[in-house]
């Protein structure tokens, strides 16, 4: 028998080490079977991804890969986290939004997991003056609040002061925030007579007598929500922070003080490592400012499940989206996460939904464990890679902004927000072109589903920065559908006409049928042209079957009444054969104009 050395790596022992170079040889053979003659680095940048802000993944990292050393959590740069411990004694501080004034939903919340609150306040969400309603039968020596008022922030801070008091907490034992973002409310409504003066009074009031609340918050959503990407995102953060620190040193307090009255908001989405990435970098900016500030500190962080990537078909897709996305949260070291319930973008979320939506953290942390390690992510090649460049895009961002003025100054050029456009400009159309797909929208619709109907929400402010959704330019097309649904008894349909057997045609017989199912056009693919109800045709086969036959079978759609013939592949030149769907086309242009033809308004 022979006995194996033990040094540790005695199953590697007989492998040779391999080298990058024999790698990229690898990728030159499987590019070169596709039609790509590439060799060396280019192999390598064939298979890589661009991202948005100038970023692109890489399909290998190494550990020649570097970047700056993450440090150790609770010291800076705080890229590991703010605090030493992580979330490790007990997971994340799990916050739910409310913006009803529902008492039996909070306390419901919070008898099965929640352990903060988050209340939308004001003429957008709860009356302040039902507080006490809302708040009745929570320890509020317990349960965390924070506010979200906007213009009425001071009379809704006031007003759960004067709960804590009458209540008998111990300021002391007051934790949470009151809310105040006078430049995100001037984001969220274009409203730029915002005064300072209340907010640096709540921040003087709060640093001196309660050591547990803050007084501002530094949300990142209206950016995120008006088609940002990251890095715009990290970069308003943080200009927004700057001029909050300016106002409440020049109110009186320290810059130890000022920077301890913030918490940040960021949005986390369902592109996890961006997300874990964006978290970390956030922290080591924050670091930054503050170090050049005189104070380095540690960033607060409250991250929200992004309610752009929230569909409004098929919203039962959105519980794996706000899982994938509280994920990555909590392994980017977040302290507070929000889930958004399934059906946010439909209304008030019904108990079913708020039930879902706490749970989501709850086993996260409770059974997959996921608090229990700090930083999970770092040291991975990739991650610590794409912190550091993020990094660099947010800085780069906040620079420009110091530049225009500040954060104040940007939005009320209208400079940010054009800015922000372009971004989402360039987004709309992989959006459109579904090289960004969204699932149960514009890939695998179901135009039998049921449209899920909720109570109607508050409505949001408004009147600044827009609010974008991954899935408007298809629920537009959707919407044309149902309309012409109820108006007529049936869908839009087109035939799709399957040329040869079946292993010819099923792959773009099945793609074809995805893609106009999209717009809300039903596809028709028993019996003949002539009977199913439809007036445009899309044929689909294999290139060799469409040489041979696809002019002959075009023209005889066209003779017996096809209005308009599509073929399933690539442009050829193909008589009566009016366009050409494939993957990569524009599928939104493609489907209004096939509405428009049908005569669906």
């Not at 013939?565 to 009566?576: I, T």
Request: aromatic share 6%; glycine share 10%; with cysteine.
């Amino acid at each position: 028998m022979t006995v194996l050395p033990d040094d540790g790596l005695s199953l590697a022992a007989e492998f040779p080490d391999a080298t990058h170079e024999q790698w990229q040889r690898l990728v030159e053979g499987v590019l070169r079977k596709s039609g790509k003659e590439v060799s060396g680095a280019a192999a390598e940048d064939a298979l890589s991804t661009t991202l948005e802000d100038g970023l692109r993944a890489r399909p290998l990292y190494t550990a020649d890969d570097s970047a700056p050393d993450p440090g150790l959590p609770g010291f800076a740069p705080f890229v590991r986290g703010g605090r030493p411990e992580g979330n490790t004694l007990g997971g994340w501080d799990v916050r739910q939004q409310h913006t009803a004034a529902d008492g039996a939903a909070v306390l419901a919340d919070l008898e099965n997991g929640v352990t903060s609150l988050w209340l939308v306040a004001g003429a957008d969400g709860i009356p302040v003056s039902s507080f006490d309603r809302v708040l009745d039968g929570v320890y509020l020596d317990l349960a965390p609040v924070v506010l979200d008022a906007g213009r009425e922030v001071e009379p809704a801070a006031r007003e759960l002061l004067r709960l804590y008091q009458e209540r008998g907490v111990a300021k002391e034992a007051a934790r949470g925030n009151l809310g105040a973002d006078p430049l995100g409310h001037e984001a969220r409504t274009g409203d730029s007579g915002f005064d300072f003066a209340p907010v640096a009074a709540l921040a003087g009031l709060c640093a001196e007598e309660y050591p547990g609340l803050r007084a501002l918050t530094v949300d990142a959503l209206p950016y995120h929500e008006a088609g940002g990407s990251a890095a715009q995102e990290l970069g308003s953060s943080l200009a927004t922070g700057v001029a909050y620190l300016r106002e409440l040193t020049e109110a009186g307090l320290t810059v130890q003080q000022a920077a301890a009255q913030l918490e940040f908001r960021y949005a986390a989405t369902a592109d996890q490592f961006l997300t874990i990435a964006k978290l970390r970098a956030a922290r080591r900016l924050w670091a930054r400012v503050t170090e050049v500030c005189g104070a380095p500190a540690g960033q607060v962080q409250h991250a929200v499940t992004s309610p752009v990537m929230m569909s409004r078909r098929d919203p039962w897709v959105n519980m794996l989206r706000t899982t994938v996305a509280t994920l990555a949260a909590g392994v980017g070291g977040a302290d507070a996460v929000t889930v958004l319930p399934f059906d946010h973008a439909l209304g008030l979320p019904d108990a079913f939904a708020r039930r879902i939506a706490r749970n989501t953290s709850t086993i996260l942390v409770e059974e997959s464990h996921l608090s229990r390690v700090i930083d999970p992510a770092g040291g991975s090649w990739y991650v610590e890679r794409l912190t550091d460049e993020l990094a660099h895009a947010g800085w780069e961002f906040f620079q420009w902004i110091e530049r225009e003025g500040g954060q104040a100054a940007a939005l009320r050029s209208g400079r940010l927000g054009q800015d922000l456009a372009h971004t989402w400009e360039a987004r709309s159309a992989k959006l459109a072109k579904r090289r960004e797909p969204v699932t149960g929208v514009s890939e695998f619709p179901n135009l039998a589903e049921r449209l899920v109907e909720r109570a109607p929400a508050p409505v949001p402010p408004s009147g600044g920065l827009p609010r974008v959704r991954r899935d408007e330019a298809f629920e537009a097309l959707r919407a044309r559908s149902d309309a012409h649904l109820a108006a007529t008894g049936s869908r839009p349909r087109i035939f799709l006409a399957a040329l040869g057997p079946a292993a010819a045609h099923t792959a773009r017989l099945t793609f074809a049928s995805n893609l106009f199912q999209a717009g809300g056009i039903e596809p028709v693919t028993e019996g003949a042209f002539e009977d199913s109800g439809a007036t445009e045709v899309c044929l689909c086969s294999s290139d060799t079957l469409y040489e041979e036959r696809a002019a002959e079978v075009a023209g005889e759609l066209k003779a017996t009444g096809a209005g308009h013939v599509f073929l399933a592949g690539r442009p050829g030149q193909y008589p009566d054969v009016d366009a050409y769907v494939f993957a990569g086309c524009d599928a939104v242009a493609v489907l209004s104009a096939t509405l428009d033809r049908m005569g669906v308004s």
